[in-house]
């Protein structure tokens, strides 16, 4: 059974605010912003050996600020999870985020990670092996507008790494 649902967090939201007369550097004038956005997240578990799952994002702002000057950025994001299940107490996943934006200077980034799990009932183990940051990105990086401003914050990453797990129930 295919499930289309919408992204309750992102759904079709359309923000505008009135010009209002503001000074800014030594300027009086009128500012004016203007900000879109919309979600979706796709769920198909029609298969008893696949799962899928697709979010994606969108948001776009738009700033005329005193003096004239326009600014408009938009971003998006998509992430894409599907797990596999070839035999039973076998699995394999697969998790991809991927971030476009039209900010300058920043590029488009992608992040996928991998994973196996072998499950061992009479043992009751999961033995699991995992590739996180399978591309090896050194750093993830966000940039945010606002009327007056772009911030950027970004976290340092942990180089690729394999990692082979158990996990016990008792």
């Known amino acids: 059974m295919m499930r289309l649902r919408e992204n309750g967090k992102k759904n079709e939201v359309i923000e505008m605010r009135r010009a209002n007369k503001e000074l800014l550097n030594s300027i009086l004038g009128q500012r004016r912003q203007v900000s879109y956005g919309t979600g979706l997240e796709v769920i198909n578990s029609s298969l008893s050996e696949l799962s899928v799952t697709y979010k994606m994002g969108w948001n776009r702002w738009d700033n005329e600020l005193i003096g004239g000057i326009r600014n408009r ?25 991927y971030y476009l934006t039209d900010l300058p200077g920043l590029d488009n980034q992608l992040f996928i990670d991998g994973t196996y799990r072998w499950t061992v009932s009479k043992w009751k183990i999961d033995i699991e092996a995992s590739c996180i940051n399978l591309l090896n990105n050194n750093r993830y990086i966000r940039r945010s507008n606002s009327d007056y401003a772009v911030t950027e914050s970004y976290f340092d990453l942990r180089p690729r790494q394999f990692l082979l797990s158990t996990r016990f129930k008792f």
């Open 73 to 97: 950025v938009a971003n998006q994001t998509h992430g894409l999870d599907v797990a596999f299940f070839p035999w039973e107490a076998h699995s394999l996943m697969a998790n991809g985020a």
